[in-house]
C-alpha cells in the first residue's frame, strides 16, 4: 500500500502531464496571432516539464524504497 503523499505526488504527475499535453496541443496552436501568449504558453510548458521531471525523480526513490 502506498502512503498518501505518494499517492499525491502520483496525482499531481497525472494533472501535470495533461496540463502540458493540453498546452502543447491546443493552447500554443490557438494563440499563433499573439506572440505574447504563444511565449507565455511555451514558457509554461518549459515549466511543466521540468516539474514532470522531478517528480519523476521523486516517485521513482519513493516506489523503490
Given at each position: 500500500m502506498?502512503?498518501?503523499?505518494?499517492?499525491?505526488?502520483m496525482?499531481?504527475?497525472?494533472?501535470?502531464?495533461?496540463?502540458l499535453w493540453r498546452i502543447k496541443r491546443d493552447y500554443i496552436a490557438g494563440s499563433?496571432?499573439?506572440e505574447d501568449c504563444k511565449k507565455?504558453?511555451?514558457?509554461l510548458a518549459k515549466d511543466k516539464?521540468?516539474?514532470?521531471e522531478e517528480?519523476?525523480?521523486i516517485l521513482a526513490n519513493h516506489l523503490n524504497e
Open positions: 502506498l502512503d498518501n503523499h505518494v499517492y499525491d505526488l496525482n499531481q504527475l497525472v494533472q501535470e502531464s495533461q496540463s499563433s496571432h499573439c507565455y504558453w511555451e514558457k516539464e521540468e516539474h514532470i517528480l519523476e525523480k
